[in-house]
């Protein structure tokens, strides 16, 4: 029996299963706000790293695309090239042989010659003709010389040069831009990592700090995800 005036027995029942109650519930719903953010740290971090492996795949698909573009153009600029460089020469030869002809006074050899002129050639003849070049020492020394000649096959050797460079400098970005997924897919693999094994920890400071890392490293992650192209 208790002595008069203590606590009933009842009173105290009460009271342990009241402390108990409060110093069992509040830690339980702090393991289970714990586990929630581990949680949405999981499933945020894998859909994130499934985004950037899925880029990183497309644009190397892009790179190998321009660096074959790149060497095609390059290819169709030689070709160009090498028929530039044919038709100067047959430019010189016929002029060469036009110019020896009218020497000696053979007219009906050089308007022979004179037919066998390219399209491309005529305009810098007449123009190189028109500066009165067998009297006129100031004149230059052939229709080559001339701003006239110009040859298309050589511009379009230019032209398409300066697309295999452009089209090679897009392959260059999208290479850089794929490896930059690809080490955004090492950061969230980290998050992943670490938020995985943050409940091994039983000791509370331990789980916040690695749970804090760990969303720390995931908003790194998205925050790549938002800034990089999207291919």
């Known amino acids: 029996m ?79 090239y090498t028929r530039a460089g044919q038709n100067l020469l047959f430019d010189s030869q016929v002029f060469s042989q036009w110019l020896n002809a009218y020497a000696v006074g053979n007219t009906a050899l050089a308007t022979i010659y ?13 123009a190189w003709l028109a500066t009165d070049p067998l009297h006129n020492p100031a004149a230059p020394a052939g229709p080559l010389y001339m701003p006239q000649y110009v040859s298309a096959d050589a511009q379009k050797s230019d032209e398409l040069e300066q697309q295999a460079v452009t089209t090679f400098e ?34 509370r400071p331990a789980r916040l700090a690695i749970l804090a890392t760990s969303a720390t490293v995931l908003a790194v992650g998205l925050y790549n995800v938002v800034r990089l192209p999207v291919q």
Request: hydrophobic share 40%; no cysteine; net charge neutral.
């Open 170 to 203: 897009s392959g260059q970005q999208a290479s850089e831009t794929g490896d930059t997924y690809v080490l955004n897919t090492v950061f969230l693999a980290s998050a992943l990592f670490l938020a995985g094994i943050a409940s091994r920890f039983a000791w």
């Open 2 to 80: 208790p002595e008069h005036g203590g606590p009933h027995p009842h009173e105290i029942i009460e009271r342990t299963a009241a402390e108990h109650s409060a110093s069992g519930h509040a830690p339980d719903r702090r393991e289970r706000v714990l586990e929630l953010i581990a949680v949405v740290i999981l499933a945020v971090a894998t859909l994130a790293t499934a985004w950037s492996g899925y880029q990183a795949t497309r644009w190397s698909g892009v790179q190998s695309r321009d660096y074959m573009s790149a060497s095609g153009l390059r290819v169709e600029s030689t070709k160009a």
């Open 114 to 126: 004179e037919r066998r002129f390219r399209a491309e050639f005529r305009p810098a003849f007449e």
